[in-house]
């Protein structure tokens, strides 16, 4: 078993829908959670950041832990095509050096 | 967010050949950095973990003489992969740890083609 779960896709949406990305994990000591973002061909760029139980929000985007089911997800509303991208979600553990430990990705498409 | 760079952003090389790739923190100090590779519709897999002054440490099954590490300063680190093959040809991104903020944030890759 994997340590981060996350679902491949291609996951396909119109523009304005809401989009819901999700990861589980098996270590509880993970502690800290990270979205990326990442265009083909190019680094992944960081959307948000937690590391506590509940909601964060930024924008459009909402990043959710529940540290009790080992769950994350995230909330893309009014989705646009230039959030066509591959979504990552990376987690570390306290004491590890910020070593990252990275789900598969998530293709999504946001078709007009 | 703080800003990585990385150089070249795509090469192509004969098998046997050695490639250098630079990865540079522009706007913070960063005494960790991170070297990945990944696959085409994969994951990013660490290679390992790069720090200012020391030796690299590196993940199971990454040959440390195949690819060599230096983080000379606190915002250059260099990947050597030595004697590159075909099996060598991926997607290298590295990272720098910003130490205020204990966030990484990613260079925007090379692309190595070992013909």
């Known amino acids: 078993q994997k340590e981060v779960e996350q679902d491949p896709g291609p996951l396909s949406v119109p523009e304005g829908a809401i989009v819901s990305l999700n990861c589980t994990y098996s270590?509880?000591?993970?502690?800290?959670f990270m979205w990326y973002r990442q265009y083909s061909r190019k680094g992944p760029e960081l959307l948000m950041y937690?590391?506590?139980?509940g909601n964060k929000e930024d924008g459009r985007f909402t990043a959710q832990v529940d540290k009790s089911s080992k769950y994350i997800s995230l909330f893309i509303r009014d989705s646009q095509p230039s959030d066509s991208a591959t979504y990552l979600c990376?987690?570390?553990?306290?004491?590890?050096?910020?070593?990252?430990?990275f789900g598969t990705g998530t293709q999504l498409k946001v078709e007009l | 967010g703080a800003v990585v760079s990385q150089h070249p952003s795509r090469v192509i090389c004969k098998s046997g050949t050695s490639v250098k790739i630079e990865c540079r923190s522009l706007?913070?100090?960063?005494?960790?950095m991170f070297w990945y590779r990944q696959f085409p519709k994969q994951s990013l897999m660490l290679m390992a973990t790069?720090?200012?002054?020391?030796?690299?440490?590196?993940e199971q099954g990454v040959e440390k003489d195949k690819f060599l590490i230096n983080h000379a300063s606190l915002t250059l680190s260099t990947l050597t992969v030595t004697s590159a093959h075909p099996e060598d040809s991926s997607f290298y991104i590295c990272?720098?740890?910003?130490?205020?903020?204990?966030?990484?944030?990613f260079g925007p890759g090379t692309r190595l083609t070992v013909l």
């Open positions: 937690t590391y506590s139980s």
């Open positions: 790069s720090n200012e002054g020391s030796k690299a440490t590196y």
């Open positions: 270590n509880s000591a993970f502690q800290y």
């Open positions: 706007d913070f100090q960063a005494t960790t």
């Open positions: 990376a987690m570390s553990a306290p004491g590890g050096g910020n070593k990252l430990t």
């Open positions: 990272s720098g740890d910003e130490t205020l903020t204990d966030t990484q944030y």
